[in-house]
């Protein structure tokens, strides 16, 4: 069947372009799109009167808690989650238990995926046995049971002998490896970032540097192994020398932050509001602001939500005590407009790291509007005003961090291989 969206206004990352046209769905794939008055024929027409579409997003890093913890997440509610955030794929970590680290585990989550959620799911593997960073996982088995990437996710591999060896034995499969660039031993038990804030607080902090070391140490590995290589999250303009330099050498790194870290800062905590607690911690407003001028610049490639339902009774804890993560599939574009509508980044910029930048690291045909292009899209007014109500989220957690903001832009209608799965009422 065709679908020929008309009256639209085309997001096209690749293109860098923002434009009035149609494009033209066939089967499951984009066969055509243009500017012109003459549309061409087709089986169903979707006047979208003036709203954006653009390509799907691809969120890297998102946890979904099956096996093990099905009442924070399964893949029904995240599923419905992404499809109503105009996510068309998700990227699932191992962090979950049992850890994903063997071929049978992997399999199981597949076919749960593929069972339960209307959105493509991808799933990673652990890089070592039970993401202990004591043994590395069958790296080669998981590959050709689906794995599409390998991650201890923020378990840090502390013996960098092992952590070598798992990116040499990597490199010549050619399977990408994802880091949680920090000093594992610096970040130990930090529930902030070392400042007059932290200190105010009485919070134990972690110095901006430990990332910066981490992410040093994972460089000096990537240029020993020529692994291919993504860090989850670059959040502290310390560590982005370093991630230019390795970039400008020619290493194959793309870097990554979650959509928090990019709209919020450490003073949003408060009086100590656990939902914004995640990890790494929130940094200042001058990392903050140095991170969104990577972002434009290319330097980090990829926004994310970073994903991570927790349920009331491990967030309604003191501070310190309180489990680290918030939930982000439905307020990930929501909250990504806010750097558009402030002026800080284009809607072209914000789908090239949202959408095109993590299709090609994963080398996908999704991402973008042209020929030949999955015909992964979502429909979306950028305008729309709503207040957040957490309750309403379809994620069975709902621990955002926010609830009742005033946020701009709302998904009219999400399409996964040219089928509508989630049309706003």
Known sequence: MTILFKNARLIDPEAGTDSNGWL???????????????????????????????????DIGVKVCEPGERHKESYRSAGAAAAAGGVTTIVTR?????TIDNPETLEFVSRRANEDAPVNVLSM?????????????????????????????????RDTKV??????????????????????????????????????????????MAERMGL??????????????????????????????????????TAGVSIHHLTLNELDVANYRTFFKIKPPL?????????????????????CSMHTPQDEESKRLPFEEAASGAVGLETLLPAALRL???????????????????????????GCLTEGAAADVILFDPDQP????????????????????????????????GERIYEAT
Request: neutral net charge; hydrophobic residues 40%.
């Open 163 to 208: 952590l070598s060896r798992a990116f040499s034995y990597a490199r010549s499969l050619d399977a990408l490896v994802m880091c949680h660039p920090q000093e594992p031993i610096l970040s130990a038990g930090a529930a902030a970032t070392s400042g007059k804030f932290a200190s105010l607080k009485g919070l134990p902090a972690v110095s901006p």
């Open 216 to 253: 040093d140490r994972d460089i000096a590995l990537i240029e020993m192994t020529g692994v291919r290589y993504h860090g989850d999250q670059i959040t502290t303009a310390r560590a982005l020398p370093a991630l230019e330099r390795a970039k400008r050498n020619g290493l194959d790194i």
């Open 125 to 157: 593997a652990a890089l070592t046995k039970g993401r202990e960073g004591r043994e590395m996982t069958e790296i080669g088995f998981l590959r050709d049971a689906g794995a599409v990437a390998f991650t201890d996710c923020d378990h840090v591999v």
């Open 386 to 417: 709503f207040v957040m109500d957490r309750s309403k989220l379809r994620s069975k957690s709902k621990n955002t961090p926010f609830d009742e903001a005033r946020m701009q832009g709302q998904v009219l209608a999400t399409y996964v291989a």
């Open 283 to 303: 940094r200042s407003e001058d990392d903050r602001q140095a991170i969104i001028a990577a972002v434009r610049d290319g330097l980090i490639d990829v926004i």
């Open 24 to 58: 033209l769905i066939d089967g499951g794939t984009i066969r055509a799109t243009g500017t012109g008055s003459d549309l061409p024929e087709a089986d169903q027409i979707v006047d979208c009167r003036g709203k954006c579409l653009a390509p799907g997003i691809v």
């Open 94 to 98: 191992p962090d979950t238990s049992p």
């Open 340 to 366: 558009y509508h402030s002026g800080d980044l284009s809607l072209p910029q914000l789908f090239k790291a949202m959408a095109l930048n993590p299709a090609k690291r994963l080398g996908l045909s999704s």
